[in-house]
């Protein structure tokens, strides 16, 4: 069993002992092999892929990436991972930069972009037009760059971003429009040739979040799949990031960003020489950087090979294929959208229009985009296949029951709450290693969604939802902060209540800003000593 948390360090000890402290600390996290956990995963399922990145990471663990200069195993390491990725998704004289993630190539991308928006078009007040399901991390970005966000809806029915209502919200403060390939939330795939044409026509850079798809998609279509263009052959696409850590199943912490052009990518750079120290280029946010990371993923991706990928992406496409047939099959189950690159999104219809917790309808405060920024768009844009129709609208409790109770058998599925318009729903994201664990889900979850049919509902008191409708979350103190979590259930010992289900209506009810506020101090709870 671990220890007492440490609150400074101790005598030395064996390193045994230590690797069996870390051991029991693993124990309690969820399986990362398997195909049990559906969300946060990347599982090959080949055998030795783990050892070899392992030890690819350790050949390199002490090499510095932050000067290629003194390691120049590190350019060469990158320039083959990046030509890798150019090869696949670029176009002529495409160019790129390693990063440690999804978000940083995203950050790295809006700062390019408001970088290049300010040189060569003199905008001081940069916007991002990016659609209602972009991912968080462009709001972060903006955030942390001072760039306002526009936010559009998306077609309610298809659950793809609206390129005209893109195309209308562009002004000429637009620094950047974004498309995804896919979308996280529902894993389909935005208009992207649209979308991106729309914002060659003003001037504008266009970046295509193909985080996800960005690896597998080229080698489901290789795989014989219809796979829409998406990436830098696509007129007016100026920029993508494409993670390897997911479907490259290279170990967390490996992702690329590739520019059209050297020259746009200079936009990311940051160099200073006005100190006494050694001059300082960081192509990257970090400076000093593992070269690890690098080597791992570089090593994964010639072990695995581009044969290799076209067949691991067939066997997500049968897995997807079964899973889908399975999930359309059981009673009241609706598959959101159509998936395209191993994510699915599904919910749970109530038995009456409108649905047991009125889960098709926006949550307080849902027509504002993550940020502060403006959303763009009309009523009409929202009305078409609309989730309220007479099969009845998304139960957010017996949705929530249903996550809860898979939980239990042992499965983790994501839930997503309800946000302007769009329902509710569990979020799967599918790898090689579940293609033998399809059938098993659906047995457990035609099980669970019985189970969960006889629990009661949860809900919350329409008093309370109005009361907390009226906090300024900007001007509560310690004590209201710590009264509302303790309502909420988020006041235990630095983790959520065994059953999620009634904090999460009541997170589902509460108004953006009030439910940002209580998320980030509940994650304060957590790290703390």
Known sequence: MPTEPLRSLPSGRPADEVLAELGALRAADAPTR??????????????????????????????????????????????????????????????????????????????????????????????LVLPSTAHAAFHKAAHYLGVETVVVPVDPGTFRADATAIAAAITDRTALVVASAPSYAHGVIDPVARIAAAAAARGVLCHVDACIGGWILPHLRRAGRKVEPFDLSVPGVTSLSVDLHKYGYADKGASVVLYRDAALRLHQYFAHAGWPGYPVVNPTVQGTKPGGLL????????????????????????????????????????????????????????????????????????????????????????????????????????????????????????????????????????????VDQVEALLDD????????????????????????????PATLGPDDIAGVLAFAGLDGDGGLPARTAPVLVLLDALPQPLKERLLAEFIGTIFRI
């Open 34 to 127: 398997g195909g049990r956990t559906f969300a946060y995963v990347y599982d090959a399922g080949l055998e030795g892929l783990d050892e070899l990145a392992a030890a690819a990471y350790t050949a390199f663990a002490t090499v510095n990436g932050l000067d290629p200069t003194v390691f120049p195993s590190v350019a060469r390491l990158e320039n083959d991972v990046v030509g890798a990725v150019a090869a696949l998704l670029g176009a002529p004289g495409a160019q790129g930069t390693f990063t440690s993630g999804g978000t940083e190539s995203i950050l790295l991308a809006v700062k390019t972009a408001r970088d290049h928006a300010r040189a060569e078009r003199g905008i001081t007040a940069p916007q």
């Open 295 to 434: 080597a791992q993923a570089w090593a994964v991706l010639r072990h695995v090979g581009d044969d290799g990928y076209t067949a691991l992406a067939g066997r997500v496409a049968e897995a997807s294929d079964r899973l889908l047939a399975g999930l359309r099959a059981l009673p009241g189950v609706r598959v959101l959208g159509d998936p395209a690159a191993g994510l699915v999104a599904f919910t749970v219809l109530g038995n009456a229009p409108g649905g047991a917790n009125g889960g098709g309808a926006p949550s307080a405060g849902g027509d504002q985009g993550a940020g502060g920024g403006q959303t763009a768009g009309s009523d009409s844009d929202r009305g078409a296949g609309s989730d309220r129709g007479a099969e009845g609208g998304a139960d957010l409790s017996l949705l929530l029951h249903l996550a809860d109770e898979m939980r239990e058998r042992g499965w983790y599925l994501q839930p997503q709450l309800s946000f302007d318009g769009l329902p509710p729903n569990l979020h799967l994201t599918l790898t090689p290693a579940t």
């Open 445 to 472: 979850l035609a099980a669970a969604l019985d189970s969960a049919r006889a629990l009661p509902p949860v809900s919350v008191d329409p008093g309370l939802a109005d009361l907390a409708a009226q906090l300024d």
